[in-house]
Structures are given as structure tokens and as C-alpha cells.
């Protein structure tokens, strides 16, 4: 995109634009001089290199670092570069843990809109970059995309490769967050493409790239082979940050295409490697225990797997990581769900429902993309308009310069001259219109993409909630029956003691204790009406339909119906009943006849097909 908006207007001020780059980069040089000594700039230089060292895996070591950043910013507040390597690195640090600091991220915010930039055009991006950084971690896609893309143009209008890079990792990141993987993937390979093997971004781009390309079908094994290859050469270079998200990228792809023992292999793997050098990180923490969480609960180590639930919910809430804190809280709500704890289940579920009904508000991407084309566009004839007038302004006053400075033959040169920047015009015109129609194709086809994905999440996440809500009303509805026999059985164990009492001949004391409990025990709501209210939630118009067929059913043939179609055996309806077996084979076989059924139709068949 910074490429289609600079070619719009370079025929008018590119030489101007370089030219001035390299003024004020040039300037900034001989402020940084002038008011940090050499001392000074080569400490804080250094402090950023271990910073960027470590920022990922020791954080609490980066962040004791960015103290002494803001040290020597402190002391030299005039000095634009300082203070914007400082915040960059507070924003980096917290990205690589997915913190959530609005306090930083309103400093920075600040600083976008009060510092005078104009002559210091690198930090004008770098702060741009930050914002992004900030308003990904908030969860702020929209704005986070907008201005990811606005410092990509700075940096590229510079010439600079490396914070190109970096900021083409940034939007393919927020990509792949709002789940627009083609997009993601198109950025990670124009980043890929300005690295050099002999830079330190270099395999960390690698991996971003490769571990997206393993969820295109077309591509997953050549890409999991690329990861996997470049695991020798990390070793050897021990580097250990990317040693371990390679391992854990690694780990759970395998494992989420069903490859389980590869996975935990490779998981292991990284796990050593982040012991090994103490991992301090939030989000790994917070991933690392739901990973052994799902892992323990696929075992069947419930206790174990509960443990590392709650460990990756602390983690995601002490980074404020809204992503995290929901697998935390899906993962809670399936182990309490296989420990029977039905109330705890639904509990973590329905926090997770809620949480998730936010995020994906929050996901934006599709019209940040269109309003951002809207805005180049309007920049761009804007700009144009201008440039224009100024040539033309200039034109009008060389041409008033040459009638009252030279002779007819000066005058012969300035009309070939406005000829010329008319045809130049023309080509602008052409070349304007050409680009716009291949932007506008650009876009419809990534608005088709990005719609069939959302669509497509859309249904899949339609059709979980049904599965939830269905599952949830079969469980109401068996509680109900229960409820519905309690009194049959109740009034049953009366009436036996009632036989019991009038056979002794006497009034009978425990009889009467008997009587009592039975009668404080009975509901005297409708249980019926209940069952027949949760049934309906599940099975809509199904008794409505029995009486159509067979007007004269009873209440208790239709209760019957009921189980068969719920799918209870007969033992179980025999137990919940007080009756034998056997009356329940003569239940099906009238019921058979009453519905006109051959022997070879299934009485369960013809139920569950109302």
C-alpha cells in the first residue's frame, strides 16, 4: 500500500522528499551529538541491543533495562531519539508478553500528538510503530492496523529495510489475530523478503511466515519440514528465543492435526529449552500450562489438568491477555465438565461466551482495510491537486519572468515547455486511473476473502452454541424426570406401608412416620407440565405431534414416548419406574401397535423421526 501511494505523487517531489530525508536523518545525527555525549549515545545504544536480547524471554531483566533507558532520557529531555527508543522499548516488551498498559499506551499517545516531528522523521515513524504495538496488545485492531501501515510508508519513504520489516511483522501479526491468515501471510513474506540471513530478525521471520503457511492446506508439510530444518541451526547458534517458539509453534500444530506424539515431542522439546534458560514471560506462562492443561486432560489427570488451568488463567489476567483468559477459561469449564461438576462447567463457559462476544467486536480488520484505501486515495488526489497548482503557479510566474527578462525565442522554449508538463500531466492522469483500478481489484478480492473466512467462523461458532445450549437442555430435561418419577415412587413406598399397616391389623406407628415423609416429600407443583415445558425446548412440537397421530395417548404413554425418544434404555426406565423389565418390552409392544408399527420397524426410529 505505501508503495502504490508513493508512486502517485513521485514525479513531483520524490528528489525533494529524499533529499530532505536525508536533511533531517543528518540533523538528528548532529542533535544526538550536540546533547547526549558520545558516552551517553553509545550506553544507550548498548542498553537497547541487550534489550532486544532479552525482551522475550527475560522480562523482568528487559524492563529493569528500560529503567535505565528513562534514566538517561531523563537527563537529556530535549533529545527527541532518547525518549522515543524508551517508550518503543516499554511497548516492545509488553507486546512480546501481550501486556495491556493503557497508561503507556496514553504516553504514547500523547507523544504522537504533541512532539514536533516534522524534522525528525525516523521517530515520527518509531512512535507511530509504538502506537501500533500498544493498541494491538488493548485489542484495538482497528487503529492498530491503521497506524501499523501509516509508519510502514514513513519507513519506507526512508529506504529503511530493517523497520520496514519490523512494522510488515506488525501488520501481519494484527492480521493473523483478527484471522485474516492470507493477509498475514502476504505481509510475513514482503518481510521475509527484505531480511538477510546474517540478521537477527532473520529466522524469527522465518518462523512467523512458516507457521502460518502450515495452516494452508497446500502448503502445511513443506512448511512444518521448513521449521522443523531450521531447529539444527538455532541450536547452534543458541538462540534461544527462537529455539523455543519454533519448538512450541512446532508442538502445537502438530498436535492440533492430530500428529499427538510428534507434537509433544517437539512441546517438550521447547519446554526444556525455556527451563533451561529460566523463561520469564507471561504469555508463554500462560500458554505453557494451558498446553499441559489440555495435554493432562486428554489423559485423564483431571486433577493435574485443573492445575494448570488455574495457572493459565492467573497468567492471562496478570497480563490482562483477553485471549488467553479464554482458552484458560474453555479448558476449565471441559475438565469440570469430565469431573461432573456440571455448575462449575456452565460457570466457566458462560464467562467464556461473554469474553469471546467482546473480542470478536473487536475484530475489525475488513474495515479498517477499506477505510484506509479510502483515506490513501483522498491523500493522494489531495496531494496531487496541489502539486499541480504549484507547478502551474510556478510555470505563471517563470513564464511572467521570461516576457519581461528575454526575447521571443526564450518565450518559443516556455510554450514547449507548458506542452511538455501537459503531456506529463496526461501520462499522471492515465497512470492515476490505471492505479485505482487495480487497487479497487485489490480490495474486492480481499473484501470476498475476508468475508467467506468471517462467514465461515461465523457458522462454525453458531454451531458449537447450538451443540452447548442442546446439551445443556437434554441435562435439564433428564433432571426433570427425575423429578416427575420421585413422586410415583414416593406414593408406591405409601402404599406399601399402608398394605403393611392393615395387614398387622393395628394402626402402626412407623407406617404413619412413613406416611409423613412421603407426604412432606411430594411436589405439589405440576412436575408433568415442567417436563413437558423443558422437553419442548428440545424437541419442539413432539408431543403435539403423538396426539395427532394418536389422539387417545395417555399421559403416561406419552411420558414413555418421551424416554424412548430421549434414548434411555430399559433398564433404566425400569429402575426410575419401580417396574420389571418385562413391562417395559409390553409398553414398547403396545405402543407399537397403537402407532400401527411392523415388527420390523423400530419404535425408537419412528420417535426420534418426529
Excluded at 45 to 70: G, M
Excluded at 457 to 479: D, F, G
Amino acid at each position: 500500500m505505501g508503495r502504490s501511494f508513493q508512486s502517485l505523487t513521485k514525479c513531483f517531489h520524490m528528489r525533494i522528499s529524499y533529499r530532505a530525508c536525508s536533511f533531517f536523518f543528518c540533523s538528528l545525527c548532529l542533535l544526538n551529538n550536540a546533547f547526549a555525549g558520545k558516552d551517553d549515545l553509545k550506553k544507550f545504544d548498548s542498553i537497547v541491543n541487550a534489550i532486544d536480547i532479552c525482551a522475550f524471554t527475560k522480562a523482568t531483566k528487559a524492563n529493569l533495562l528500560t529503567k535505565e533507558l528513562q534514566r538517561i532520557s531523563m537527563m537529556h529531555p530535549d533529545n527527541l531519539y532518547f525518549s522515543a527508543q524508551t517508550l518503543h522499548w516499554q511497548a516492545r516488551i509488553n507486546y512480546l508478553q501481550n501486556i495491556s498498559d493503557s497508561a503507556l499506551t496514553g504516553k504514547v499517545l500523547a507523544a504522537v500528538n504533541t512532539w514536533n516531528t516534522d524534522d525528525h522523521p525516523f521517530e515520527k515513524a518509531l512512535l507511530d510503530r509504538t502506537l501500533a504495538l500498544c493498541y494491538t496488545v488493548d485489542g484495538d485492531f482497528a487503529n492498530a492496523f491503521k497506524i501499523a501501515l501509516k509508519a510502514f510508508g514513513e519507513f519506507e519513504a526512508m529506504n529503511d529495510t530493517a523497520s520496514m520489516s519490523n512494522a510488515l511483522n506488525l501488520l501481519g501479526n494484527i492480521c493473523g489475530k483478527t484471522q485474516n491468515r492470507n493477509m498475514a501471510i502476504d505481509y510475513y513474506r514482503k518481510a521475509f523478503a527484505l531480511t538477510k540471513p546474517s540478521e537477527r530478525r532473520y529466522y524469527s521471520t522465518f518462523i512467523v511466515l512458516y507457521t502460518n503457511l502450515s495452516y494452508i492446506s497446500k502448503e502445511k508439510e513443506p512448511a512444518i519440514d521448513s521449521l522443523i530444518s531450521i531447529i539444527p541451526v538455532l541450536e547452534k547458534q543458541k538462540d534461544t528465543s527462537d529455539l523455543i517458539t519454533v519448538c512450541f509453534n512446532l508442538g502445537t500444530r502438530l498436535m492440533s492435526g492430530g500428529n499427538t506424539e510428534k507434537g509433544k515431542f517437539y512441546y517438550f522439546k521447547g519446554e526444556k529449552y525455556a527451563e533451561e534458560c529460566h523463561m520469564d514471560n507471561l504469555l508463554f506462562t500462560s500458554m505453557s500450562c494451558y498446553n499441559m492443561g489440555a495435554m493432562l486432560l486428554a489423559e485423564g489427570n483431571l486433577s493435574a489438568a485443573l492445575q494448570n488451568a488455574y495457572g493459565a488463567q492467573t497468567a492471562a489476567i496478570s497480563s490482562k491477555n483477553s485471549e488467553q483468559l479464554s482458552r484458560a477459561w474453555v479448558l476449565l469449564s471441559e475438565i469440570y465438565a469430565k469431573r461432573g461438576n456440571n455448575d462449575s462447567s456452565y460457570h466457566y463457559l458462560r464467562k467464556y461466551s461473554l469474553l469471546q462476544n467482546k473480542l470478536m467486536d473487536k475484530a475489525k480488520m475488513i474495515e479498517v482495510y477499506q477505510e484506509y484505501i479510502s483515506m490513501s486515495l483522498e491523500s493522494a488526489k489531495k496531494e496531487l491537486t496541489i502539486a499541480q497548482q504549484n507547478v502551474l503557479l510556478r510555470n505563471k510566474q517563470f513564464i511572467i519572468f521570461i516576457i519581461i527578462a528575454i526575447s521571443i525565442i526564450i518565450m518559443i522554449t516556455l510554450f514547449l515547455i507548458v506542452v511538455q508538463q501537459q503531456k506529463r500531466n496526461i501520462n499522471q492522469q492515465n497512470l492515476l486511473k490505471e492505479t485505482e483500478n487495480k487497487e479497487l481489484a485489490n480490495r474486492l478480492q480481499h473484501e470476498k476473502r475476508i468475508k467467506t473466512l468471517q462467514e465461515e467462523k461465523y457458522k462454525l461458532e453458531q454451531e458449537k452454541q447450538h451443540q452447548q445450549l442442546e446439551s445443556k437442555a437434554r441435562e435439564i430435561t433428564s433432571y426433570s424426570l427425575l423429578l416427575t418419577n420421585k413422586n410415583e415412587v414416593l406414593q408406591h413406598i405409601s402404599e406399601v406401608a399402608k398394605q403393611l399397616a392393615n395387614h398387622s391389623g393395628q394402626s402402626n406407628e412407623i407406617y404413619q412416620k412413613i406416611n409423613d415423609i412421603v407426604r412432606n416429600n411430594i411436589s405439589i407443583d405440576t412436575n408433568w407440565s415442567e417436563f413437558v415445558a423443558h422437553f419442548d425446548k428440545v424437541h419442539p412440537k413432539f408431543f403435539d405431534t403423538l396426539k395427532a397421530i394418536c389422539p387417545d395417548l395417555t399421559e403416561h404413554s406419552l411420558r414413555m414416548c418421551a424416554y424412548f425418544r430421549m434414548g434411555i434404555s430399559s433398564k433404566q426406565m425400569a429402575q426410575m419406574l419401580n417396574v420389571a423389565p418385562s413391562n417395559i418390552k409390553q409398553i414398547r409392544y403396545r405402543l407399537k401397535k397403537r402407532f400401527n408399527l411392523s415388527e420390523n420397524e423400530n419404535l425408537d426410529d419412528f420417535l426420534r423421526s418426529i
